[in-house]
């Protein structure tokens, strides 16, 4: 089966970018879609179809997806982003929803 | 606004099966375009797909867990459940239910979930 492979952790102080990456075999060719999930809550979609934002995600959460890497990338980095991130795509050959394993970002 | 709420025992003995009901507000289960999906999280770990229904009853399964999992839909109350048998430690988590939308058939994603619950299996 399709896998996705997530750093456990990012560290990033504030005002900085954050870039948290997401490998998988020829990722480039799906849609990549992202999470963020705070302690005790559920998880919020923050991108998807690679790069596009749901109303009221705010601009600094940015994606690419390209070869066998997609990535997040949050700009000037707040406290309040530091967040678990997952990256997910669906995976047609197997019909089934893959997640990554998940990235905790931290902001020092 | 769409909203899901999960609703089942928070406390599940060994070897017994876990249900829990997802309750569809705001919006049609028979809904085109959308599945309707479980997820689990263990205390401390990654999210892990369950399963996935169309209103129609045509399901897709996590093949680690298809033996033990069924899931329903039921359109004239707009709810969705998940029954997970043999349930063991392993099986606690917290339990989300999410719609999914199927943006083409190569792409899908969970755009609205619930709050989650807490199923703890123990004797």
């Known amino acids: 089966s399709y896998v996705l492979t997530q750093p456990p952790s990012v560290s990033v102080a504030p005002g900085q970018t954050a870039r948290i990456t997401c490998g998988g075999n020829?990722?480039?060719?799906?849609?990549v879609h992202w999470y963020q999930q705070k302690p005790g809550q559920a998880p919020v979609l923050v991108v998807y179809?690679?790069?596009d934002r749901p109303s009221g995600i705010p601009e600094r959460f940015s994606g690419s997806n390209s070869g066998n890497t997609a990535t997040l990338t949050i700009s000037r980095v707040e406290a309040g982003d530091e967040a678990d991130y997952y990256c997910?795509?669906?995976?047609?050959?197997?019909?089934?929803?893959?997640f990554g394993g998940g990235t905790k970002l931290t902001v020092l | 606004q769409l909203q899901l709420q999960e609703s089942g025992p928070g406390l599940v003995k060994p070897s017994e099966t876990l249900s829990l009901t997802c309750t569809v507000s705001?919006?049609?289960?028979?809904?085109?375009?959308?599945?309707w999906g479980w997820i689990r999280q263990p205390p401390g770990k990654g999210l892990e797909w369950i399963g996935s229904?169309?209103?129609?009853?045509?399901?897709y399964y996590n093949p680690s867990l298809k033996s033990r999992v069924t899931i329903s839909v039921d359109t004239s109350k707009n709810q969705f459940s998940l029954k997970l048998s043999s349930v063991t430690a392993a099986d606690t988590a917290v339990y989300y239910c999410?719609?999914?939308?199927?943006?083409?058939?190569?792409?899908?994603?969970?755009?609205?979930w619930g709050q989650g619950t807490l199923v703890t299996v123990s004797s």
């Open positions: 179809d690679d790069s």
């Open positions: 020829n990722i480039g060719s799906k849609s």
């Open positions: 997910q795509v669906w995976d047609s050959s197997s019909d089934q929803v893959v």
């Open positions: 999410a719609r999914l939308w199927v943006v083409t058939a190569i792409n899908a994603l969970f755009d609205y």
């Open positions: 229904i169309y209103y129609s009853g045509s399901t």
């Open positions: 705001g919006g049609s289960i028979s809904s085109s375009s959308y599945y």
